[in-house]
């Protein structure tokens, strides 16, 4: 009898168990994960992890993947996606173009989106180096144009291995920052 009951709690607790690591892939999969905020590209908005220092600990940041299954990356969101050189390297930027759009950034550093200036609303740097973007660049339907707010230190679309953003390397929307604490909060993106 007392066999029967030891069977019976080790196989009610290998039960739970698998029940909490399938509703956990299942959660990292679709809903969220955690993503680790690495350099300095989207400062002051994103504190990275120094790569020099390993004492300095980057924001820790929940990503929502769900937001972009029923509607449409917008402008200004703070996205992570693959980067498509290392599928094992995410890299977190804000969206400045929309599919269909021609950015171009001139050598002042004024960001044209189809021709009209664009006003950004958060704090940003000027940019000193247009890079490809110094000539029109028109967005395929699922193409994405992408800057860091630390635009002196970023390696964004302005470059050809970042380059136009495919929508289907978009893992999701930076949604909430849980590290450190004195920073905790929902991101804001505009």
Same mark, same amino acid.
């Given at each position: ?18 029940? *909490?690591?399938?509703? $956990?892939?299942?959660? #990292?999969?679709?809903? /969220?994960? &955690? ?67 021609? *950015?171009?950034?001139? $050598?002042?550093?004024? #960001?044209?989106?189809? /021709?009209? &200036? ?73």
């Amino acid at each position: 009898m007392k066999e029967k009951n030891v069977l019976k709690e080790i196989l009610s607790t290998s039960i739970y168990l698998l029940i *909490v690591v399938l509703a $956990t892939y299942l959660v #990292i999969v679709f809903v /969220g994960q &955690r993503a680790v905020v690495r350099g300095a590209s989207m400062e002051p908005t994103l504190y990275g992890k120094d790569l020099n220092d390993p004492s300095v600990v980057g924001d820790n940041l929940i990503v929502d993947k769900i937001t972009y299954r029923f509607s449409e990356p917008k402008r200004f969101d703070i996205i992570v996606f693959n980067f498509q050189y290392n599928s094992n390297e995410d890299l977190i930027k804000r969206i400045i173009g929309l599919p269909g759009e021609t *950015v171009q950034i001139d $050598t002042e550093g004024n #960001i044209y989106i189809n /021709g009209e &200036r664009l006003e950004e609303g958060y704090g940003k740097e000027v940019m000193l180096d247009p890079g490809r973007a110094i000539e029109p660049i028109t967005l395929g339907e699922d193409e994405y144009f992408v800057l860091g707010d630390n635009r002196n230190n970023s390696t964004d679309s302005r470059t050809a291995s970042v380059g136009n953003v495919h929508k289907s390397l978009i893992i999701g929307r930076a949604w909430l920052r849980i590290w450190p604490f004195s920073r905790f909060g929902i991101l804001k993106h505009q």
